[in-house]
């Protein structure tokens, strides 16, 4: 019997393609999909015709509970601490033959706490975390980082109800590269620093540019969402679940200032900005071009994904971010009109 699956931010962009790539792998399986405006949902339909649309945001308590009962997977692409908390509630309740499978997305701005704490940016720190055997210091990082109050309610579900609940964290980097989703297609961090060089006239370095982070293409990253919906149909497949379901999805390292000067060459061969160099930016100058400016290019985020390949044999196989900043500077040229 094919198994009914759940999905929530099927028209962002994470979810979108992650949608395309178990709707293709699986046309036999059952979906649904949560989608709160109208239009988009009259996209997503005409793309998708044998997907159950369900209308109702992430606040829609009621429905979403309900959908999660009736559903054998859960993939949550978008989600609330408030309403996961809720729906984790119920399967305190399910009989252990019929777990409820969790799929949560995290980030791994999580890793970037030290920055946070001390207000740090462009400048590199050695910290490094892997999801094998480094697993237990990543899903015991402290309570003040980024995200890490909805991983904790996924963690503490599945300590609570270890047999009718099964959860995957699924925690990605920077995130790059075309969408196949219905609706957004496109990432933020790169972008918007590729829409701020240009609307600017002018390439800049967040502070000495040195700090790093890693990266992920979308389309890789969905193959680890299939590979975890794969393995909850067979009920649990090669994957590891509940304390040891965490899975960084990355593609190597790379250090934003070579994307920032990259963006400024690139800008400058296209004729949007006519010089090639960067300014140096303080983290006042940054945060006036966008609020979470050094969060997004400043910050330090280092995290292998060893779980992914070892179980699986997850390959990433597109390009690399710094290859493909010609195009994401054409998108956003285009977005603003040029």
């Given at each position: 019997m094919a198994p009914?699956?759940?999905?929530?931010?099927?028209?962002?962009?994470?979810?979108?393609?992650?949608?395309?790539?178990?709707a293709n792998a699986h046309p036999d399986w059952e979906l649904s999909a949560l989608v709160r405006n109208k239009d988009k949902a009259s996209v997503l339909s005409s793309k998708y015709?044998?997907?159950?649309?369900?209308?109702?945001?992430?606040?829609?308590?009621?429905?979403?509970?309900?959908?999660?009962?009736k559903a054998d997977i859960t993939s949550l692409t978008a989600i609330?601490?408030?309403?996961?908390?809720?729906?984790?509630?119920?399967?305190?309740?399910?009989?252990?033959?019929?777990?409820?499978?969790?799929?949560?997305?995290s980030?791994?701005?999580?890793?970037?706490?030290?920055?946070?704490?001390?207000?740090?940016?462009?400048?590199?720190?050695?910290?490094?975390?892997?999801?094998?055997?480094?697993?237990?210091?990543?899903?015991?990082?402290?309570?003040?980082?980024?995200?890490?109050?909805?991983?904790?309610?996924?963690?503490n579900a599945g300590k609570e109800n270890p047999t009718s609940v099964r959860t995957a964290i699924v925690c990605p980097p920077t995130i790059y590269g075309q969408g196949r989703g219905p609706v957004n297609t496109k990432s933020v961090q790169a972008y918007l620093l590729s829409a701020a060089v240009i609307k600017r006239?002018?390439?800049?370095?967040?502070?000495?540019?040195?700090?790093?982070?890693?990266q992920v293409h979308v389309q890789d990253l969905s193959n680890v969402?299939?590979?975890?919906?794969?393995?909850?149909?067979?009920?649990?497949?090669?994957?590891?679940?509940?304390?040891?379901g965490y899975y960084l999805a990355e593609n190597g390292s790379f250090v934003w200032g070579d994307i920032?000067?990259?963006?400024?060459?690139?800008?400058?061969?296209q004729k949007y900005i006519q010089s090639p160099e960067v300014e140096v930016l303080d983290g006042k100058q940054t945060t006036e071009i966008l609020s979470a400016g050094i969060y997004a290019w400043g910050s330090n985020s280092r995290g292998h994904s060893l779980r992914a390949r070892k179980l699986f044999g997850w390959e990433p196989k597109q390009p690399k971010l710094i290859e493909l900043i010609?195009?994401?500077v054409a998108i956003e040229a285009k977005g603003l009109g040029l």
């Open positions: 009914q699956v759940f999905i929530t931010g099927t028209t962002g962009y994470i979810g979108g393609d992650g949608l395309y790539a178990i015709p044998k997907i159950r649309v369900v209308h109702g945001d992430l606040d829609s308590n009621d429905i979403i509970e309900e959908e999660v009962k609330t601490s408030l309403l996961l908390r809720a729906l984790l509630k119920a399967p305190s309740t399910t009989p252990p033959e019929r777990p409820v499978w969790l799929i949560h997305t980030g791994t701005g999580i890793l970037t706490v030290e920055d946070q704490r001390a207000g740090t940016y462009g400048i590199e720190r050695p910290k490094e975390y892997n999801d094998w055997e480094g697993v237990s210091e990543l899903i015991n990082l402290p309570a003040d980082a980024f995200h890490r109050n909805v991983d904790e309610i996924t963690i006239g002018k390439g800049f370095l967040v502070g000495k540019g040195e700090n790093v982070w890693h969402y299939l590979a975890l919906g794969d393995a909850a149909a067979e009920g649990g497949g090669k994957a590891t679940w509940n304390d040891e920032q000067r990259a963006v400024a060459q690139s800008a400058f061969e010609p195009e994401i």
